[in-house]
């Protein structure tokens, strides 16, 4: 009894020192769109999933028992992760399905649903499956989504694109025209 005690207060310690974020269901779709989450087609079952699981909240912990918990926005479960430090089948810290940062979320839903479907959250079986899905396509970035600006990194530089033998390329055609004569 006094060890579920301090596991309660520990968690209520926990939660309302980190960082909570309640997504619209618009803001939860530009999020998931930025993240390059899933295809498009996916996206409402996605959104149905999350709201009827964690109610679009991203610190949403729910203990069934010691042995058994759920964690974040798509409440993932402890076989998933690891508490205190990186574990599980995602390879993630259960701590850190809990913050607002949904990218390590995201990969490991994915993972889950490599694996098991969407059948493995009770909750889209029961609420989502064959029900009428959330209206996304009204949302702003349904028609334009984010994009993440290019690796600069990765950019081409100027000079290798001019002396690149594009059809186009100016360079060429006047090395071209050089040779001829």
Known sequence: ????????????????????????????????????????????????????????????????????????????????????????????????LLDDDIRDDCSCALQVFEEEGFKYWSKWENRCKGERLPDIEKCPDWQYPPRASPDRFKRTPLRSRLTEPYPYNILTKYQRLKRRK
């Open 1 to 96: 009894m006094g060890g579920g005690r301090v596991l309660c207060l520990v968690l209520t310690i926990f939660i309302s020192t980190t960082q909570c974020k309640v997504f619209t269901r618009c803001q939860l779709t530009r999020e998931l769109l930025k993240a390059n989450f899933h295809q498009k087609t996916f996206l409402s079952n996605w959104v149905c999933l999350i709201e009827q699981e964690s109610g679009r909240n991203t610190t949403a912990l729910n203990v069934k028992s010691a042995r058994k918990q759920y964690y974040g926005l798509f409440q993932i479960g402890n076989e998933y992760c690891k508490e205190g430090r990186k574990g599980g089948k995602c390879n993630v810290a259960c701590e850190a």
